[in-house]
């Protein structure tokens, strides 16, 4: 989810709080608990329009095991980290809650989640999710949900300025191509040929950085990787769209998101996910939108970001918080959640539900997932170089400074934050 994004001041903080805490990583607990189990659990969460889909899965768990309550916690998500932030400083956090990838490192590092049992086969995702939830060899969270990176285009914009729609192996140079020409027949208009988010890497750059053979961060996750060739080149992509007309100005896209933009027809075609399909699917334009993969550079590429549910390691009811874990895990819950159209589920082959919801082909989607896919990059405190992404990389794109230049001073700066790791 584009969630994946975290308010940066708030898990700094979280790193000093949470700095006390054990380190006793534990080794994971068995796959089943006794159906007679009676215990009561939290499960928190952040999403309240996911809230039908949870109370649902929750209501099929007490199928298998009818004693074991489970509370919803549903705290809106610009104050879910800082909560939890308190929750864990003082060992009290909900038996089973929502992680994202961010966040991930920073609770895994100080001993606070619970490793996946032997109940949870890591094959059922796609691999880079698991990569993703896995810290120090070993897997912490069961993922949930999954979004990758495509082209949705809007067909009626493209016909008004007589371009032809993209094609599934279309390169970078066919898609500015295509993105300078419209922005040129519809000048007059106010018409953009893309409208991209710039403020964060999942939806553009991140992607663009590792088609150009490039990385964000070094696998080890010691070592920024923006100071490359590759990177620079995939940070100049993006530069060069805006250059020229084929984008809006970051500063554009900062007064007015780049949904709004491209579902009020003022831009044909936009990099997102899976979770703005249903916006798309209530928009006045959803009869003449259409989907593409990302256009391919060196390689082809697209990060992968997703939810996870996680256990607390000091829960005081342990089994029974595996037990929901395990059952939020397996196939019946992923049917469940992509029926309810709550989100794209990651367990491998339930996604058929979910790809129905929209007349657009979101096995797009699935195809980027399986074939082309690397996990969302994080560290221990991840925040801390995001804050320094969006404080550098806008004078890159605007052209206020050159591209290399300032891919270098963000190097410097998240070498620095990853050194204080």
Same mark, same amino acid.
């Given at each position: 989810m584009r969630k994946a994004l975290l308010a940066a001041g708030a898990a700094v903080a979280a790193a000093a709080?949470? #700095? %006390?805490? &054990? &380190? $006793?990583? /534990?080794? %994971?607990s068995g796959a089943t608990a006794d159906h007679n189990l009676s215990a009561s659990i939290s499960y928190a969460y952040w999403d309240v329009n996911q809230k039908p889909a949870m109370e649902a899965l929750i209501k099929d768990f007490n199928k298998e095991y009818p004693n074991i309550k489970v509370t919803s916690q549903v705290t809106p998500y610009q104050n879910y980290f800082t909560k939890l932030q308190t929750q864990g400083s003082s060992k009290t956090l909900p038996d089973v809650f929502w992680m994202n990838g961010p966040n991930f490192q920073l609770y895994a590092s100080n001993g606070l989640l619970e490793p996946i049992g032997s109940g949870i086969d890591p094959s059922n995702y796609p691999k880079a999710l698991d990569e993703l939830y896995s +810290? =120090? %060899?070993?897997? +912490?969270g069961a993922p949930k949900d999954f979004d990758t990176i495509g082209v949705f285009y809007n067909k009626a914009v493209f016909d008004k300025a007589g371009v032809a729609y993209p094609t599934a192996d279309w390169t970078w140079d066919d898609f500015h191509q295509k993105a300078k020409a419209i922005s040129d027949k519809l000048k007059a208009e106010g018409v953009y040929g893309v409208a991209s988010g710039l403020s964060g890497g999942q939806e553009v750059y991140y992607n663009t950085i590792l088609q150009a053979g490039g990385d964000i961060i070094s696998s080890d996750g010691k070592k920024s990787g923006y100071d490359s060739a590759a990177a620079i080149k995939g940070l100049q992509f993006v530069r060069d769209l805006v250059a020229d007309g084929s984008s809006p100005t970051p500063s554009q896209l900062s007064d007015t998101p780049q =949904?709004?933009?491209?579902? $009020?027809?003022?831009? #044909?075609? !936009?990099?997102? /996910?899976?979770?703005? $399909?249903?916006?798309?699917? #209530?928009?006045? !334009?959803? =009869?003449?939108i259409a989907l593409a993969p990302l256009p391919k550079g060196e390689k082809q590429a697209t990060v992968i970001h997703g939810l996870a549910n996680v256990v607390a390691k000091d829960s005081k009811n342990k089994p029974a918080a595996v037990a929901f874990q395990t059952y939020l895990a397996g196939k019946q819950a992923a049917q469940t959640q992509a029926e309810m159209g709550a989100a794209n589920p990651a367990f491998n082959g339930t996604q058929d539900a979910f790809v129905k919801t929209a007349p657009w082909d979101l096995n797009i989607f699935e195809k980027a997932a399986a074939d082309y896919a690397y996990p969302y990059p994080i560290s221990k405190n991840t925040a801390a170089w995001n804050k320094a992404e969006n404080d550098l990389l806008p004078d890159a794109f605007s052209g206020k400074r050159p591209v290399a230049d300032v891919a270098k001073e963000l190097a410097k700066q998240m070498n620095a934050d990853l050194a204080k790791e």
């Open positions: 709080l949470l #700095a %006390g805490c &054990s &380190s $006793n990583t /534990g080794s %994971g +810290y =120090d %060899g070993k897997q +912490y =949904d709004q933009w491209f579902i $009020n027809s003022k831009s #044909a075609m !936009i990099w997102s /996910g899976t979770w703005l $399909n249903s916006e798309l699917l #209530a928009s006045p !334009i959803k =009869d003449t």
